[in-house]
């Protein structure tokens, strides 16, 4: 069986707004959070205790991922403000 390979290019990455992207979802997984946090004896009676701390995993690794966009973002900047330079000088 052959394997299947595309016969053209793969389009560039989609831009955005990724900081406030990845902001608001780490700011949704710590809401998620704290509104099952009350219930934890349910959850506990239940077998779900796993919900809630999904939820603080996911805001913790949400703020890595913050940390990770934002000096992405930087990054970004700082290299085209140096090739903007480097043609104008």
Same mark, same amino acid.
């Given at each position: 069986?052959? +394997?299947?390979? &595309? %016969?053209?290019?793969? &389009?560039? &990455? !989609?831009? @955005? &707004?990724?900081v406030a992207t990845i902001t608001g979802g780490t700011i949704l997984w710590f809401v998620l959070f704290l509104v099952q946090l009350p219930f934890y004896g349910w959850?506990?009676?239940? @077998?779900? *205790?796993?919900? !809630?701390? *999904?939820?603080?995993? @996911?805001?913790? !690794? @949400? !703020? #890595?991922?913050?940390?990770?966009? %934002? +000096?992405?973002? =930087?990054? #970004?900047?700082?290299?085209? =403000?140096? %090739?903007?330079?480097?043609?104008?000088?």
């Amino acid at each position: 069986m052959a +394997k299947w390979t &595309p %016969r053209h290019e793969a &389009p560039e &990455p !989609l831009e @955005g &707004p990724v900081v406030a992207t990845i902001t608001g979802g780490t700011i949704l997984w710590f809401v998620l959070f704290l509104v099952q946090l009350p219930f934890y004896g349910w959850f506990d009676d239940h @077998g779900h *205790t796993w919900w !809630l701390w *999904t939820c603080l995993a @996911g805001g913790g !690794l @949400g !703020l #890595i991922g913050v940390w990770y966009v %934002r +000096k992405r973002d =930087a990054a #970004i900047k700082r290299a085209a =403000a140096r %090739r903007e330079d480097a043609l104008d000088g």
